[in-house]
């Protein structure tokens, strides 16, 4: 997580606070799923929303959920926010990125040589001493990517593979 913001001020009535959003404030947040995250009394507290203006590049009103009242407001006013850093975002690949990584299966090696992106059954087509196997490109099947490697490592369930 990274600093992104400070909650400056009470807005309105119901609750409502001012946002100081720092530069590193993402331009397409998406205030609808994602929350921001406090410290309150020596807790990490994410903080939902149920509104967000921007007001210019530097600021926003936001209501957050179940914070309705001002004397609520208060519990969280000059505290600094943190957002998830967007490790996802950077770490996303496509399956078919994966194709020339090497492939361990146990002690078994081989090369990853197709993906077959059927939206009912993406598939893997690994070859191994020869031979080409397909397998499902599941996630609970991969233990691991190493990407500097260029290797990915499966854990199959019994029988899913002949060697």
């Known amino acids: 997580m990274s600093a992104a913001g400070r909650i400056t001020r009470l807005f309105g009535a119901e609750g409502e606070v001012s946002l100081n ?74 399956l078919a990125d994966l194709i020339g990584f090497g492939v361990k299966i146990g002690r078994t090696t081989g090369e990853l040589t197709d993906f077959f992106d059927n939206p009912a059954n993406p598939l893997f087509e690994i070859a191994i001493a020869g031979k080409t196997h397909l397998i499902p490109a599941n996630e609970d099947f991969i233990a691991g990517i190493d990407f500097d490697k260029r290797t990915i490592r499966f854990v199959l369930p019994e029988g899913l593979l002949d060697l």
């Not at 994410?46 to 209501?63: C, E, K, Q, Y």
């Open 21 to 94: 959003l720092y530069t590193n404030f993402p331009t397409d947040f998406d205030w609808q799923e994602q929350p921001v995250f406090v410290r309150v009394d020596g807790l990490v507290v994410p903080l939902f929303f149920d509104s967000f203006t921007r007001r210019g590049a530097s600021g926003a009103v936001v209501r957050f959920a179940d914070i309705d009242t001002p004397h609520r407001a208060e519990i969280i006013l000059d505290k600094e926010f943190s957002i998830a850093d967007s490790e996802e975002d950077e770490e996303e690949f496509d």
